[in-house]
């Protein structure tokens, strides 16, 4: 029996559904076993029927609103071992509710957890994404869907995306355009939440599918004829098995159709997407030596990685691929010494000729500069920069305000050192955003060099002044544009010499410096005005 299913049942939600948010879950690896376990134990021990009873009872309204409209064999298919598969079985609405939501496992085919989190940053903590999502109306109706009539397109290309979110999906929705102007109709396929690699493939019409085509490759391969694929794109490797580096080229061949790779990071010379090491610092793209011994330093499943392997087993898919396309030049020079045999296309997003004017800064001699951070900020978006910034810009009261438009890996921290946290937005509020909050210019504290940056633009389109390091896709977009103010890398490991460079902008700008600010503005010539 085919392992390609449809989804055709009637159907009638995402921010931090508790304190163990699903990123949390996934980094604490030792956590997750013994969770796994007891969720087995409490739906299969005859112990434990009292707690089944009384969880049944205690979350009864809840259980029956998921219960109409749950795909249980979807469910249960994104649960690779057999064992607590098995167990979920038994009560695969209750397994859900219990674990399933935090590690964002989804009941329906065709609605996508993280997607919805981040369209949706009001959603209460501890609201269930999918009941949200129902008393919202903004279910997808899989019915309503298979019913419509549905033909073989004539040239279709399959979207194989990671699921993630962020700013590769984004750049894969306005890659699209291109495909659809080469003739194409597009077909979805993203890869669904929980461990096994089960693509939800959503075509334009007819019934949402769901295979793991690395344990079915006879019903993918049906799959791909019955919905006319020619070319695949493959928006990322992320969260796929490895062995999809030779996995591809060897089933484009067998099916006869082609298929191309979208480059978003560094994930293909080195499985720490963004090359900052276990020491929290950018590894500047190391040897393959200090490669190995940073991968053994990491989680369990990179300390097996031989990363010359990787790179080699990376560099026969881009070889076999009909088109490799990076969104900047910086990306694609990068990865050159690495594979030099393989041409990479360039594809920017966005047209940076388009913009308004840089505003004309004056900032009074009274007045703190006010710096804006903007989006989700974690270890290589500079969290660490922006952290230690402002701790010592607390310590000599400097005349500096931070804050941070987004959320980041420990708020708690940043406020306690004086950063302005605002917290999750919608992506649509953004340039409201950036107008309401009075900052002088924008700061990017990212420690590895960016291959686009959509938040870049977003400052930019509101005409503010920009501040970052001088490395990646920010700094090669700012030169080109003659515009911001670009700072050495090396300031990223020094707070007290990153604030006197941000004491120097502020004087630039304004008449004198207060009396009270000038042992924290001491001028250095850090800074570059492009």
């Given at each position: 029996?085919?392992?390609?299913?449809?989804?055709?049942?009637?159907?009638?939600?995402?921010?931090?559904?508790?304190?163990?948010?699903?990123?949390?879950?996934?980094?604490?690896?030792?956590?997750?076993?013994?969770?796994?376990?007891?969720?087995?134990?409490?739906?299969?021990?005859?112990?434990?029927?009292?707690?089944?009873?009384?969880?049944?009872?205690?979350?009864?309204?809840?259980?029956?609103?998921?219960?109409?409209?749950?795909?249980?064999?979807?469910?249960?298919?994104?649960?690779?071992?057999?064992?607590?598969?098995?167990?979920?079985?038994?009560?695969?609405?209750?397994?859900?509710w219990l674990l399933g939501r935090y590690l964002e496992l989804s009941l329906v085919p065709g609605f996508h957890v993280r997607s919805y989190r981040l369209a949706h940053p009001e959603i209460p903590r501890g609201t269930d994404p999918l009941l949200h999502a129902l008393d919202a109306g903004a279910l997808p109706n899989p019915a309503a869907r298979a019913s419509k009539p549905h033909g073989i397109p004539h040239r279709a290309a399959l979207l194989i995306d990671h699921g993630r979110g962020g700013g590769s999906t984004r750049f894969l929705q306005i890659y699209e355009q291109r495909l659809r102007s080469e003739g194409y109709a597009l077909v979805h396929a993203r890869r669904a939440g929980g461990p096994a690699p089960l693509l939800v493939v959503e075509p334009s019409q007819g019934p949402v599918r769901w295979i793991?085509?690395?344990?079915?490759?006879?019903?993918?391969?049906?799959?791909?004829?019955?919905?006319?694929?020619?070319?695949?794109?493959?928006?990322?490797?992320?969260?796929?098995?490895?062995?999809?580096?030779?996995?591809?080229?060897?089933?484009?061949?067998?099916?006869?159709?082609?298929?191309?790779?979208?480059?978003?990071?560094?994930?293909?010379?080195?499985?720490?997407?963004?090359?900052?090491?276990?020491?929290?610092?950018?590894?500047?793209?190391?040897?393959?030596?200090?490669?190995?011994?940073?991968?053994?330093?990491?989680?369990?499943?990179?300390?097996?990685?031989?990363?010359?392997?990787?790179?080699?087993?990376?560099?026969?898919?881009?070889?076999?691929?009909?088109?490799?396309?990076?969104?900047?030049?910086?990306?694609?020079?990068?990865?050159?010494?690495?594979?030099?045999?393989?041409?990479?296309?360039?594809?920017?997003?966005?047209?940076?000729?388009?913009?308004?004017?840089?505003?004309?800064?004056?900032?009074?001699?009274?007045?703190?500069?006010?710096?804006?951070?903007?989006?989700?900020?974690?270890?290589?978006?500079?969290?660490?920069?922006?952290?230690?910034?402002?701790?010592?810009?607390?310590?000599?009261?400097?005349?500096?305000?931070?804050?941070?438009?987004?959320?980041?890996?420990?708020?708690?921290?940043?406020?306690?050192?004086?950063?302005?946290?605002?917290?999750?937005?919608?992506?649509?509020?953004?340039?409201?955003?950036?107008?309401?909050?009075?900052?002088?210019?924008?700061?990017?504290?990212?420690?590895?060099?960016?291959?686009?940056?959509?938040?870049?633009?977003?400052?930019?389109?509101?005409?503010?002044?920009?501040?970052?390091?001088?490395?990646?896709?920010?700094?090669?977009?700012?030169?080109?544009?003659?515009?911001?103010?670009?700072?050495?890398?090396?300031?990223?490991?020094?707070?007290?010499?990153?604030?006197?460079?941000?004491?120097?902008?502020?004087?630039?700008?304004?008449?004198?410096?207060?009396?009270?600010?000038?042992?924290?503005?001491?001028?250095?010539?850090?800074?570059?005005?492009?």
């Amino acid at each position: 029996m085919s392992a390609v299913h449809r989804y055709q049942q009637g159907g009638s939600a995402t921010a931090r559904a508790s304190l163990w948010t699903p990123a949390r879950l996934r980094r604490l690896d030792g956590l997750l076993a013994p969770a796994w376990k007891l969720i087995h134990w409490i739906l299969c021990s005859r112990v434990a029927v009292p707690l089944r009873l009384w969880l049944c009872h205690r979350f009864h309204r809840q259980l029956m609103q998921l219960d109409g409209m749950a795909g249980k064999t979807f469910y249960l298919a994104q649960i690779p071992d057999a064992r607590f598969r098995a167990g979920a079985a038994r009560a695969p609405v209750l397994h859900y509710w219990l674990l399933g939501r935090y590690l964002e496992l989804s009941l329906v085919p065709g609605f996508h957890v993280r997607s919805y989190r981040l369209a949706h940053p009001e959603i209460p903590r501890g609201t269930d994404p999918l009941l949200h999502a129902l008393d919202a109306g903004a279910l997808p109706n899989p019915a309503a869907r298979a019913s419509k009539p549905h033909g073989i397109p004539h040239r279709a290309a399959l979207l194989i995306d990671h699921g993630r979110g962020g700013g590769s999906t984004r750049f894969l929705q306005i890659y699209e355009q291109r495909l659809r102007s080469e003739g194409y109709a597009l077909v979805h396929a993203r890869r669904a939440g929980g461990p096994a690699p089960l693509l939800v493939v959503e075509p334009s019409q007819g019934p949402v599918r769901w295979i793991n085509p690395f344990e079915d490759e006879d019903g993918f391969a049906v799959l791909v004829r019955e919905l006319g694929v020619m070319h695949c794109v493959v928006n990322h490797v992320i969260d796929l098995p490895q062995v999809i580096f030779s996995w591809l080229p060897r089933f484009a061949v067998q099916q006869g159709v082609t298929y191309e790779v979208l480059l978003h990071d560094y994930y293909l010379v080195c499985p720490r997407v963004n090359l900052v090491e276990a020491s929290r610092r950018y590894c500047g793209i190391a040897a393959a030596s200090e490669c190995r011994t940073c991968l053994a330093k990491g989680r369990p499943r990179l300390a097996g990685i031989d990363p010359l392997q990787w790179r080699e087993d990376a560099r026969a898919l881009l070889a076999g691929a009909a088109r490799v396309v990076a969104p900047g030049l910086d990306l694609a020079q990068r990865l050159v010494p690495f594979f030099p045999d393989i041409a990479i296309e360039v594809y920017e997003p966005e047209h940076d000729t388009q913009l308004i004017p840089e505003r004309r800064l004056r900032i009074g001699c009274d007045e703190p500069l006010r710096l804006l951070v903007i989006g989700a900020l974690n270890l290589p978006k500079g969290y660490d920069v922006l952290l230690a910034l402002a701790r010592i810009a607390a310590a000599h009261r400097a005349p500096v305000r931070f804050t941070l438009l987004g959320s980041s890996e420990h708020d708690t921290r940043l406020r306690a050192a004086g950063v302005r946290v605002h917290g999750r937005y919608r992506e649509a509020d953004l340039g409201a955003l950036i107008a309401d909050s009075g900052a002088h210019a924008a700061f990017f504290p990212a420690i590895w060099p960016e291959t686009w940056s959509f938040t870049l633009s977003a400052a930019l389109h509101a005409g503010l002044p920009v501040i970052a390091f001088d490395h990646g896709a920010i700094a090669q977009r700012l030169r080109r544009m003659q515009r911001g103010t670009l700072l050495p890398t090396r300031l990223s490991d020094d707070p007290d010499a990153l604030l006197r460079a941000m004491m120097q902008f502020r004087t630039d700008r304004c008449g004198s410096v207060p009396t009270a600010a000038v042992d924290a503005a001491e001028v250095c010539d850090v800074a570059s005005h492009v």
